[in-house]
């Protein structure tokens, strides 16, 4: 079998080198799966909750080891892995609290007879996820799958792997029974195999781009899909702002794992009345960012994630600086061992520059001054994607927020992903909802007895 190496970002250290899954195992895979699932629906919602609960205790004994294997293998500050560790234990406690009772049957009373909606495992999903939040983006997808009765392949992004893995023990240690979940490892190729493989549900989180690939391959299996891809959101600042949080929000918004998030701010725009002065501060709280070794407790922001992903957002910056941007802090690679780039503050943007046009997956925060929020707002919304936004202000700011076409809009506040409500895209950001009572009955087929 052929074998890809996981690179520490800190340092380009070889980690290990993992198997890439071929045809043959992914079919192996998917065939014990669909052989495990009749076991697995029939224990019931409850029981399967149960083992969520088990494995939320696993994840908290296994916090600091988990959270080193993430920050080693793709550059998250470990203060940011912990932190994703405990809230993937946390939100497995509350989607097995109130999971069960989404999946209850509904009665609906019609003129002479009641129609009983009884929501039933699709089968086997397949859960294909990035590198970014390599254990709350597995656990997104594969836990309301797991809750729902199906059994599950997740197949993790190659930078993710040791993460997926590390997974895999922890639910071998809640005593998942054998045959409910497998890890396929590998790249684009081993992903492809599994959307054509006899799978029921595709869920997808990634770039616009292989979520496009992944759409065409599963429609020609007419199978579901779930598209989580990507987002250039914008964040928008009112004239009556409270400056010390809009500078805040901004800087966790964009900088957090080295701006490489989906719902990341990404577009930055700022009623004229306060732009100067936002500019200024939130440019000297990016320059101020401690920059350094993921595993350092004392970094704020660590490397990105590969040389391909630096040298396209240095692409990016580049192109920009050449049409017209002005650096107002950063805006080049770092020198020094590791895939390092220096937070990034630019103004003097159009919205036809790359930084402006398509999504940077890196510390990058491009700032456009606008005459009043309806320009915010006409700008926001341009654009292919429509994943999350946010709006900092007084009392305008909801109005504001209601205008944007995005799947989550935050005010005076950032967005978040959290099993209690749907999460996902519009426009180009993406297809369906994981997540939430409408999450998770999307990995349901919905069945009705008439009696
Ligand atoms: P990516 O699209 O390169 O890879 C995502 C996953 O898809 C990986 O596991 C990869 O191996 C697999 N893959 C790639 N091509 C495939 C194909 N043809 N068939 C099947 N599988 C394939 O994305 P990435 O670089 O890992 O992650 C960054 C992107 O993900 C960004 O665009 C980001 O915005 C997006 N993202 C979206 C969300 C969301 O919830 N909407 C969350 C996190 C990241």
Redesign the pocket.
């Known amino acids: 079998m052929a074998r890809f190496p996981v690179i520490d970002p800190s340092t380009e250290q070889v980690l290990g080198e993992f198997p890439e899954a071929g045809e043959a195992e992914v079919a192996d895979a998917v065939s014990a799966l669909r052989v495990g699932q009749a076991d697995w629906a029939a224990l019931g919602a409850e029981a399967r909750a149960g083992y969520l609960v088990d494995l939320a205790k696993v994840l908290r004994a296994r916090r600091d080891d988990i959270a080193a294997t993430m920050s080693r293998e793709m550059g998250k500050p470990l203060t940011e892995a912990l932190a994703e560790v405990d809230k993937g234990a946390a939100q497995a406690l509350l989607l097995a609290s109130q999971g069960p009772g989404w999946l209850a049957d509904e009665t609906v009373a019609l003129e002479t007879r009641t129609a009983v909606v009884r929501a039933v495992p699709r089968g086997v999903v397949a859960a294909?996820?990035?590198?970014?939040?390599p254990l709350w983006?597995a656990l997104?997808s594969l836990m309301p799958a797991l809750l729902a009765g199906n059994t599950c392949a997740l197949?993790?992004?190659?930078?993710?792997t040791m993460t997926a893995l590390a997974l895999r023990r922890a639910f071998e240690e809640a005593q998942l029974p054998r045959g409910v979940l497998r890890v396929l490892t590998?790249?684009?190729?081993?992903?492809?195999a599994?959307?054509r493989a006899p799978v029921d549900v595709v869920v997808?989180?990634?770039?616009?781009?292989?979520?496009k690939?992944?759409a065409a391959?599963a429609a020609e299996g007419l199978k579901t899909c779930v598209l989580?891809?990507?987002?250039s959101d914008p964040f928008v600042v009112l004239a009556d702002a409270d400056l010390d949080l809009a500078v805040r929000l901004a800087t966790e918004g964009r900088f957090r794992n080295a701006g490489?998030?989906?719902?990341s701010a990404k577009r930055f725009f700022v009623e004229q009345p306060i732009a100067a002065a936002f500019r200024d501060r939130f440019a000297k709280a990016a320059a101020k960012l401690r920059v350094g070794d993921a595993l350092d407790p004392a970094t704020q922001m660590g490397p990105l994630?590969t040389q391909q992903?630096r040298e396209r957002l240095q692409a990016q910056v580049g192109a920009s600086i050449a049409a017209g941007a002005r650096v107002l802090t950063g805006g080049r690679a770092l020198e020094r061992k590791g895939w390092f780039f220096a937070p990034t503050v630019l103004d003097h943007v159009t919205p036809d520059m790359p930084v402006m046009r398509e999504?940077t997956?890196g510390p990058v925060a491009p700032l456009m001054a606008v005459r009043d929020a309806a320009e915010a707002v006409r700008l926001a919304n341009a654009g292919d994607f429509g994943?999350g936004a946010t709006v900092v202000g007084g009392a305008r700011a909801p109005e504001v927020a209601a205008q944007l076409q995005a799947g989550l809009v935050g005010v005076n506040g950032l967005v978040t992903?959290d099993v209690r409500f749907p999460?996902?895209?519009v426009k180009g950001?993406?297809l369906g909802r994981?997540l939430g009572r409408d999450g998770v009955r999307a990995l349901c087929d919905l069945r009705v007895l008439l009696k």
């Open positions: 294909i996820t990035p590198w970014n939040f983006q997104r197949k993790p992004a190659p930078q993710g590998g790249g684009a190729a081993t992903g492809e599994l959307v997808f989180t990634g770039s616009q781009s292989a979520g690939r992944v391959v989580e891809m990507g987002g490489q998030i989906c719902i994630v992903q999504e997956f994943l992903s999460f996902g895209g950001s993406g994981e």
